[in-house]
Structure formats: C-alpha cells, structure tokens
C-alpha cells in the first residue's frame, strides 16, 4: 500500500508544475495594475489652483522597471479638489511599484538619482520652479 502511494505521489509531481508559469503572470498583472495606478495619480494632480508656492507639492511616483523604482514627479496644486485623492492615488501607486520589483525577472539594476522638483506658483498654476544656476 504505502508503495502504491509513494508510487502515485511521484507519477503526480510533473502534472503539478505544469500549470503554466504563474509568477511571469504575478508578474504581468503587478505592473499592470501599477501603471493603471500611475495614470490615475497623475490625472488626479491638478496643477491649479495656487497663489502662493506653499499651495503646491510634488507628488512622488516609484515607477518600477525590472528590479528598480525609478522616482517621477509631479508639481501639483495642494488645494485642488482633486489633491488628496492624488496623494493617496501616488502611495497606491509605490505600493505596487514594491510589489512588481519583488516579482520582477532577477536583472541588474542601475541607481539613479533624481531630486525633486522645487514647486512655484505661476499664473494660478503649480508648476516646477526654474534650477539656479
């Protein structure tokens, strides 16, 4: 009997590991969901309206490519109607660019260092302020 089984448990192995390959699919809808999540925080960033530089701030994405997360940023108005459904839009949206480097392929990632944006107010709309030179 217990060779029966022992039998059948081995026999059974290969029909268990083909059921496709499912973190490629983790994978796939991870980043999916992640862009969608991007294209909402963004669409939700109004950049008006503002009359001072202190009524604007940067919204951060983590953009994920492979085994990295790549900052982007958005200047936008922080007393538009639309402001904190963009901010809570934009931690969603690093919380599955965490979620899709985890699933990623293994690769290499190389840093990038991109600082912020300083926010200005300009014609009623929150917009990235010139660098000094």
Do not use: F, W
Not at 71 to 88: E, I, K
Not at 95 to 118: G, M, N
């Amino acid at each position: 009997m217990l060779k029966t089984t022992m039998l059948l448990a081995v026999s059974l192995m290969p029909l268990a590991s083909c059921g496709g390959d499912s973190t490629s699919d983790d994978y796939q809808q991870a980043l999916d969901q992640e862009n969608a999540a991007q294209a909402q925080a963004i669409s939700l960033a109004a950049s008006s309206p503002c009359n001072a530089p202190t009524r604007c701030g940067v919204l951060t994405l983590s953009l994920a490519s492979d085994r990295c997360e790549v900052p982007q940023y958005h200047v936008y108005s922080l007393v538009s109607p639309t402001a904190d459904a963009a901010s809570a839009a934009a931690a969603n949206e690093r919380s599955l660019a965490d979620r899709v480097v985890s699933l990623a392929p293994p690769s290499a990632c190389v840093a990038s260092i991109e600082l912020p944006p300083t926010p200005a107010c300009a014609a009623n709309a929150c917009v990235a302020a010139a660098p000094a030179n």
